[in-house]
């Protein structure tokens, strides 16, 4: 909703959450109360035992844990982190094994496959020359060349690219580490990982929920097959990832979610609805284990680098309000 509503800008959306302690009557009266007025500058309110709640961004200071406290793993620590072969899961995965001589178990779809990247574009840098390369590589060998199948295989060029990178300064820094290649959005699959992990390690210390996808397009114009991709990626990988870890053994959870969730990007309906719901799965499990284990979701605020879009939004992360810098916090 937070999403659409920077898309359908002639309208106007708010959300009155009333739960199911009010009847019909009393949510009607609450609702023409809180019909947008000029100035109104909430999006969501949530009536609970007779208290009225919007939510507002504040500056936080520390982690996730309670003030005073520091929060140190183990060493040698077991860390499983999905999407963890690139982007800023593969940094955290990295910095957290070097910190704590970490065992690495990094899941994913795309793993580095050995002469995936033809010889003759090795040399190749930047995507236009890749491009250009393909195409003459390709009409050489007699192949049909179509920008479709060019621009899909540029893309898998560049995520080996960025895996090899990863594998090296893994290896660079003398990490313990270990590829799975498995979707998060398949049940079974999951479910095997985790237990050959379990079965290796004997435990599992540290999860970096870290696989995303963003295909941003206005909500007219995506598909359920689209709008699917985004947010199962993020649900149902934590979904698997709650109903096969040994909760009360782990020592914290880190789900990689985004500001998207709370301001809502222009054709991100899809991604910001993921990153709530991840929230609020978070939120959840959280409250259910009270041990002695963290569960944190990190609200990435993106911009530039990180995150590439595709299609008619605005593209990336840039973030209404917040300038669409560069900073990713
Ligand atoms: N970077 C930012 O500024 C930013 C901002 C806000 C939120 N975040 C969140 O932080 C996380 C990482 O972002 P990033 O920018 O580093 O992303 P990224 O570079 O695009 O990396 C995402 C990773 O997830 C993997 N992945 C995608 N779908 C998967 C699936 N179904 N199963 C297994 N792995 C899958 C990708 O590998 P394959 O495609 O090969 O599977 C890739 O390794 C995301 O959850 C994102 O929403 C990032």
């Known amino acids: 909703m937070k999403a659409l509503r920077s898309e359908w800008v002639d309208g106007g959306i708010r959300m009155v959450d009333c739960g199911e302690e009010l009847d019909w009557e009393e949510c009607g009266r609450l609702l023409l109360k809180e019909w947008p007025g000029e100035g109104a500058d909430w999006m969501e309110v949530v009536y609970r035992g007779g208290r009225r709640t919007t939510w507002r961004p504040e500056n936080a200071e520390g982690g996730p844990w309670n003030e005073g406290e520091s929060r140190r793993l183990p060493q040698g620590a077991v860390i499983v982190a999905t999407g963890g072969l690139r982007g800023i899961t593969a940094e955290a995965a990295l910095r957290l094994a070097r910190s704590y001589d970490?065992?690495?178990?990094?899941?994913?779809?795309?793993?580095?496959q050995e002469g995936r990247v033809p010889r003759e574009l090795k040399h190749l840098k930047d995507a236009v020359e890749l491009r250009r390369g393909l195409i003459e590589l390709w009409r050489g060998m007699g192949r049909t060349v179509e920008p479709g199948m060019i621009e899909r295989e540029v893309q898998e060029i560049g995520k080996q690219r960025e895996i090899r990178e990863s594998m090296d300064r893994l290896e660079k820094?003398?990490?313990?580490?270990?590829?799975?290649?498995?979707?998060?959005?398949?049940?079974?699959?999951?479910?095997?990982?985790?237990?050959?992990?379990?079965a290796q390690e004997g435990r599992i210390d540290v999860v970096l929920h870290g696989a995303g996808v963003i295909e941003d397009k206005l909500l007219g114009n995506k598909t359920e097959e689209v709008f699917d991709r985004v947010y199962e990626t993020k649900v149902k990988g934590a979904r698997w990832l709650e109903e096969n870890l040994r909760w009360a053994e782990l020592n914290c959870v880190v789900l990689f979610s985004s500001v998207s969730a709370y301001v809502g990007n222009r054709g991100q309906t899809d991604y910001a609805a993921a990153n709530a719901c991840l929230n609020a799965l978070g939120g959840g499990v959280a409250r259910?284990?009270?041990?002695?284990?963290?569960v944190a979701g990190l609200e990435w605020?993106?911009?530039?680098?990180?995150?590439?879009?595709?299609?008619?939004?605005?593209?990336?992360e840039e973030i209404e309000g917040f300038g669409g810098g560069d900073d990713r916090s």
Do not use: F, N, P
């Open 102 to 112: 970490g065992r690495l178990h990094l899941l994913s779809r795309t793993v580095w």
């Open 173 to 198: 820094a003398g990490v313990k580490y270990c590829c799975h290649q498995v979707d998060v959005r398949d049940e079974k699959a999951m479910k095997r990982v985790l237990a050959e992990i379990y």
């Open 288 to 294: 259910e284990i009270r041990g002695s284990g963290v």
């Open 301 to 316: 605020l993106g911009g530039g680098g990180g995150r590439s879009g595709d299609g008619d939004g605005d593209g990336g």
